[in-house]
């Protein structure tokens, strides 16, 4: 799956995936390969990125995430 991360100001990661875990306003989900089309409102936490056997954690202030067709695309309020 590829994956984008961008906010207002940059963007801040691009590259393939095997599952993300995020931050969703209703509750933290998962996304791995073939998930359905959603759109979701992120709220602030951990999104957690999971690429060749490494994680990689990123707090986002809340944003919006679109799955479709094994691309995902984040835009975050903003990233630390």
Known sequence: MNLEIITPDKKVYT??????SFPGSEGRFQVLKDHAPIVSTLAK?????EANGKKQTFVVDGGVVEVVKNKILVLAEAVA
Do not use: C
Request: hydrophobic share 45%.
């Open 15 to 20: 590259g393939e995936v095997n599952s993300v």
């Open 45 to 49: 936490g951990d999104l957690v990125i």
